[in-house]
């Protein structure tokens, strides 16, 4: 039931008693991944999101000191998904039905009396509803740190293994995602089926851009047909490895951080 994590740090092993003894909960940390069941292109599975998320944790669990006192809750697999809902198999909650679910499994934590919660998060579509959530729950209880991070936002060398086209464009199911699902589940990667497709380009005197600073709201089919946005046909196993060693590098310096930092005064 524990997937790639460690069993001692998956916290449905615990028992209630384990949980009311633990000592220092108000600086364990507890880590909720949050992924997506939604498509990635003919060649990659529905959970590329989820399995990004708990295939990073895992490994960076593996290598973080044992004395710091972290627990990792089950995969929410479902998230925000609906730019991709054209295309079948993807599955969505609302934005309403997240935040909800974000917020309920924190008071749970926080009942707890655990007072660090991690909002992993790997679906590029949600984190600004992870942002609200954690806001909320901080406003709600005073005491309670929430960190809403992005699993591809920790200091990591990905953007040094792809093309600079690739690096400002390949934003779903590209080089990167498919390079690291070759790492964490090759067997269900169909690399003969990868695909290039880049979004339209913006004219050159146009401050608007896909991603970025002024943005457009778009949903995938309106820029891409595959379903993939990027060049999945460059990836490689040697890559996604070297990418899971860095970015779960760069996780496990995150959670060190998380671990000595104090709300202040």
Known sequence: ???????????????????????????????????????????????????????????ALEKLDADIPVYALPTLYYGKSNEHWHFPGTITLSTETLTATIMEVGESIYRAGFKKLVLMNSHGGQPQVMQMAARDLHVKYDDFLVFPLF?????????????PKEAELGMHAGDAETSIMLAILPEQVKLEKAVVEYPPEHPESSLLSWEGKLPVAWVTRDISK????????????????????????????????????????
């Open 151 to 163: 699993t591809w936002r920790v200091p990591n060398i990905t953007k040094e293994l792809l093309t």
């Open 226 to 265: 595959s379903g993939v946005i990027g060049d999945a046909t460059t990836a490689t196993r040697e890559k996604g490895d070297r990418i899971l060693e860095s970015v779960s590098d760069g996780w496990v310096q995150a959670i060190e951080d998380i671990y000595a930092f104090r709300q202040p005064c």
């Open 1 to 59: 039931m524990h997937s790639f994590i460690p069993p001692e740090r998956f916290f449905p092993y615990l028992s209630w008693t384990d949980i009311q003894t633990m000592p220092n909960k108000e600086n364990v940390v507890i880590i909720q991944p949050v992924g997506a069941i939604e498509q990635h292109g003919p060649h990659l599975p529905l959970i590329v999101d989820a399995a990004i998320g708990v295939g990073v944790l895992g490994k």
